[in-house]
């Protein structure tokens, strides 16, 4: 099984390099199966799932033959744009045969299961599975404890609506923050809070003073590579914000969206000092898999799960999706997809700090020292004409994302940034970016 897949590997990479090119005669099965050292039904079946692709086609009494240009048929894109916008993870490497290798053992081992509709809270197995899991990141939990969603995204729409046992009825939310959940809370007309949150990281005072108000159900925080900021709290600040959570009866709901992508090893989560069971943790698998598997867990405080259970009610959570991330977990996959994609945009980040560095000297940008992760900010003077600079980059096929939507509609003191994604750039279009976009700053600053 193994080598077929890296037989299949192979053959995608010889077409997607130009090795073979479009129109060209692959080899025959025999001669194939002699260079690879494999039976010849090994390779019919490489070359029965490459035509299943539609990267080569048959003629019959002929052989196959590639049908399309190297680098277009796994995706639409032309690589002369640079997307420092995209909050997706990197298709190019991404696993996808071994993931489908989990997809089909999914089906074989859970058919029984698949004809159900299956637990509201998920997969019994996967949830067990997942207790160790979360403990290699610190985050000691009980199967009870852990939830299956549909995306981090579901746990924190739940959670906005479902009343706590503080009794109290207001999100506090750093500002900047998840644009889309800002969006979710204006538009369920949930009160909300801001409190300023900046690549430096908090005020701990100020924050104290919002806990102590009594208004605020839970704090929603990322505690490490914030969307939009890229930056991580120290272990100080997460200790005095699970100190400060008991202290007040704030819950914190600790969106840990990006866990798996960092280089750093020793970080524990603001759930791993959560003395008093005031910690909320929420897993999301779509950074580090990919966002149509539709997954997410949340970790929560047993005087809480009756009341999730009750608002998340049916049994919504794809089982498939469940049954293929158990088998994707258990063999191994997953950890060797983490040591992989977390050393790339670690790498990503390197070239990134070196392109700024190189020509940035006047310092017309700041950007913190993200080391990992996906997201940096890129924070501007005020004087920078925000939608201009925007319009003008796209001009030169380079996408970026405005700081604007990540505050509340009525959130004043904002800073001034783009986030910068480097998921999808590969280091050479790192540097011609940054060097546009300098260039497009300073042009900006003179006018
Ligand atoms: C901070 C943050 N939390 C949660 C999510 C959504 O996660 P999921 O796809 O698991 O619903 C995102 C998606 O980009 C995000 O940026």
Known sequence: MKKYFSILSDMENKIREGQYLPGQKLPSVRIAADSYGCSISTITRAYAELEKRHAIYSV???????????????????????????????LDVFPYLDFQHCLNKAIDIYKYDLFTYGDPKGLDSLRQTLVSHLAGDQVFAKAEQIIVTSGAQQALEIMAKM???????????????????????????????????????????????????GEIKFFYTMSRYHNPLGTSFSAEERK??????????????????MADLGAERQFDPIYAYDLSSHVIYLKSFSKIIFPGLRLGAIVLPERLLKTFHVY??????????????????????????????????ASRMRALHESVERYNEAGLIEVPGVSSGIFTQFKLKSTVN???????????????????????????????????????????????????????????SKR
């Open 60 to 90: 019959p009494q002929s052989g196959f033959y590639v049908v399309v240009k190297p680098g277009d048929w796994r995706d639409n894109r032309d690589g002369k744009r640079i997307d420092f916008a995209t909050v997706l993870p990197d």
């Open 163 to 213: 009343p706590f046992p503080n009794g109290k009825a207001a999100v506090l939310v750093e500002q900047p923050s998840y644009d889309l959940y800002l969006r979710f809370l204006e538009a369920e007309g949930i009160a909300v809070h801001g409190i300023a949150r900046t690549a430096a990281g908090i005020d701990l005072r100020e924050l104290e003073q919002k806990f102590r108000s």
């Open 240 to 257: 005095a914000i699970a100190k400060l959570a008991g202290k007040y009866d704030v819950y914190v709901v600790e969106d840990d969206y």
């Open 312 to 345: 998340k009610g049916y049994p919504d959570t794809s089982l498939l999706s469940q049954a293929a991330l158990e088998v994707y977990i258990k063999n191994g996959m997953y950890e060797r997809h983490k040591q992989k994609i977390g050393s790339l945009y």
């Open 386 to 444: 925000l939608e201009r600079l925007i319009k003008r980059l796209a001009e030169r096929n380079i996408s970026v994302v405005s700081g604007k939507g990540f505050y509340l509609s009525d959130y004043l003191e904002r800073e001034k940034f783009l986030r910068i994604s480097i998921s999808q750039t590969q280091p050479e279009q790192i540097d011609e970016g940054v060097k546009a976009i300098v260039e497009e700053v300073r042009k900006g």
